[in-house]
């Protein structure tokens, strides 16, 4: 299959572009950063997805997959990168006849307000787009769906990660006392678009039970 996905020079969408090539499918991966993958089967471009998409014409075959996984912590620029960004990006693929599937990467802030608030508010309106382009997507068959994450161990979150302190105070508010790796996010991914023909229009929590902790006081 042809995979196209936004955001594969690090953290989630680096594990997301690896397992794919991996299972044997080619890859056209975007991000602002340079590729940090050497396969013949990824063909890489420097994009910010702000900006209007402009590649040499015919090299990017009609997609089966695309994977909107850019997005920033920056408050300032959330809105304009992990929302509008999102639109735009998925706008460019989503009239491909081999289209099959579509997934988006948002975040468990995006149902418990949990973060600066145009991130939020970002995150959420991804969601709300999924369920659009679900509905838009369905005649023909596509699935569309979305994965929020909660911590996740990727250089984004390195400040947490080099402090103990931090990083024992962010596992003590999970259920499992742990974050996620990239690489669990990519099996899931790699499930929601390739092994799943049935569910579409629904976002899956992946946060090792941040969400459902509470202390019960009787």
């Known amino acids: 299959m042809n995979v196209v996905a936004s955001g594969t020079s690090s953290g989630i969408g680096l594990a997301i572009a690896r397992l794919f090539l991996e299972r044997g499918h080619t890859v056209f991966g975007f991000d602002i950063q340079p590729s940090a993958l050497d396969d013949p089967r990824y063909m890489h471009f420097v994009h910010d997805v702000r900006d209007e998409l402009t590649v040499p014409s015919g090299s990017i075959p009609d997609p089966d997959i695309v994977i909107v996984n850019a997005g920033t912590q920056d408050d300032a620029s959330a809105i304009a990168v992990n929302l509008e960004g999102a639109i735009r990006f998925t ?41 659009n382009v679900a509905l838009a997507c369905s005649e023909r068959g596509v699935t569309c769906n979305s994965i929020s994450p909660g911590g996740v161990v990727t250089p984004a979150n390195a400040h947490i990660l080099e402090s103990e302190e931090l990083y024992n105070a962010v596992k003590a508010e999970t259920l499992l006392g742990k974050w996620a790796e990239p690489e669990e996010i990519a099996e899931l991914a790699y499930f929601l678009t390739v092994v ?14 941040e969400m459902l902790k509470s202390n019960f006081i009787w």
């Open 91 to 131: 706008e460019c693929f989503i009239d491909s006849p081999r289209l099959s599937s579509v997934l988006f990467i948002a975040s468990a802030s995006a149902r418990n307000g949990s973060e600066f608030p145009r991130y939020v508010a970002s995150k959420a309106g991804l969601v709300g787009y999924m369920k």
């Open 196 to 209: 799943n023909k049935s569910m579409t229009g629904e976002d899956i929590l992946i946060d090792n039970g």
